[in-house]
T-cell receptor, first 116, second 114 residues
């Protein structure tokens, strides 16, 4: 079984300051981990993915995430927030087992607010 | 390369009706997954199709069904609509050979039940 916990439902940051979105996961198998972003009235856009290669993963728009197996965490960071980063962010796990074909397990989401 | 296309974008139905939603995947992608997104339950997996076969199914009643065509396009059908079926329905496509491959999402169909 697998699950994802996003530790903050809302995060508010000032423009130009760092962003940290926290995610812990649980998986019985070697997982793939993803971060997606969803802007209002839009679908989900892939920010980055971890698939058992480098533990520090760089994504689009200046985001990066670090996979820490010992802590079962996959936190998302960005050094400097931009107004356009205001959106909802989802941490997602996918297990490499045949009965999980096509099934992504989503966290509850973190709503990010960016203030000028 | 064109992204995932879902039609229609918005739909209003009444209780008891049925509805069909359509999803065209990215060219070359053979896997299509469907998700329901609601404020209360978040994002929940409905089912996944690969090469016209359903490989996986979530915990939804039989009123929710789907299919995939030979060109990988997929449809989702909901019969006997209930108020609780109001949601954003998202489809996502991937190459499908491995769960390591990321899924790419469409903008969804927002279904409102009156």
């Amino acid at each position: 079984a697998q699950s994802v916990t996003q530790l903050d439902s809302h995060v508010s940051v000032s423009e130009g300051t760092p962003v940290l979105l926290r995610c812990n996961y649980s998986s019985s198998y070697s997982p793939s981990l993803f971060w997606y972003v969803q802007h209002p009235n839009k679908g989900l856009q892939l920010l980055l993915k971890y698939t058992s290669a480098a533990t520090l993963v760089k994504g689009i728009n200046g985001f990066e995430a670090e996979f820490k197996k010992s802590e079962t965490s996959f936190h998302l960071t960005k050094p400097s927030a931009h107004m356009s980063d205001a959106a909802e962010y989802f941490c997602v796990v996918s297990a490499l087992v045949t009965d999980s074909w096509g099934k992504l397990q989503f966290g509850a989401g973190t709503q990010v607010v960016v203030t000028p | 390369k064109a992204g995932v296309t879902q039609t229609p974008r918005y739909l209003i139905k009444t209780r008891g009706q049925q509805v069909t939603l359509s999803c065209s995947p990215i060219s070359g992608h053979r896997s299509v997954s469907w998700y329901q997104q609601t404020p209360g339950q978040g994002l929940q997996f409905l089912f996944e199709y690969f090469s016209e076969t359903q490989r996986n199914k979530g915990n939804f009643p039989g009123r929710f069904s789907g299919r995939q065509f030979s060109n990988s396009r997929s449809e989702m059908n909901v019969s006997t609509l209930e108020l609780g079926d109001s949601a954003l329905y998202l489809c996502a496509s991937s190459l499908g050979g491995s769960s390591h491959q990321p899924q790419h999402f469409g903008d969804g169909t927002r279904l409102s039940i009156l």
